[in-house]
């Protein structure tokens, strides 16, 4: 017996005016100086983003978990890269106004407000219905990175 056969699929060209932000990035990728085709750049950054939903429920999860560890490891990367760029050491404070990527659409939000129209919960201590007892010398204390601090503040964590 054969193998499958599989279709291709193919993304539409993408065009941006460039003056745009996202002119200057795919005038950059077009002219990169390792020459390396832009589609595969482009490729890298799609995979990365999106790889660990594209095969949600479609593999193992064993391969689901290897694919989410290549993606992280991938996406720590490019954010090591851009804050090298930015000179950015850690996250903005608590108190900071983000904004959308896009300078057409630049829209402030504050930290604390709902992004992308999604809620975001997230489960503290005084949310699990199991308590500590005074007791906790068998519990080690663990400190907490700065940008782990941050992440926590940006979501309303303390």
């Known amino acids: 017996m054969s193998a499958p056969r599989y279709k291709d699929v193919e993304l539409p060209r993408i065009k941006r005016k460039s003056n745009s932000w996202e002119g200057k990035v795919i005038e950059y990728l077009l002219n990169h100086p390792s020459n390396k085709a832009a589609t595969e750049f482009s490729m890298e950054a799609l995979t990365a983003f999106w790889l660990p939903e594209a095969l949600e429920g479609k593999v193992t999860n064993d391969e689901l978990v290897k694919a989410c560890w290549s993606a992280i490891e991938k996406l720590e990367g490019k954010l090591a890269t851009i804050r090298r760029i930015g000179a950015i050491e850690k996250l903005p404070s608590s108190d900071t106004t983000l904004f959308s990527t896009s300078p057409e659409t630049v829209n402030p939000t504050k930290n604390n407000e709902n992004l992308n129209s999604q809620q975001i919960r ?12 005074e007791d906790t010398d068998d519990l080690m204390e663990l400190e907490l990175s700065p940008e782990m601090k941050q992440i926590n503040k940006l979501f309303g964590v303390e």
Not at 122 to 133: M, P
């Open 122 to 133: 997230v489960s503290t201590s005084d949310d699990d219905d199991q308590t500590l007892d």
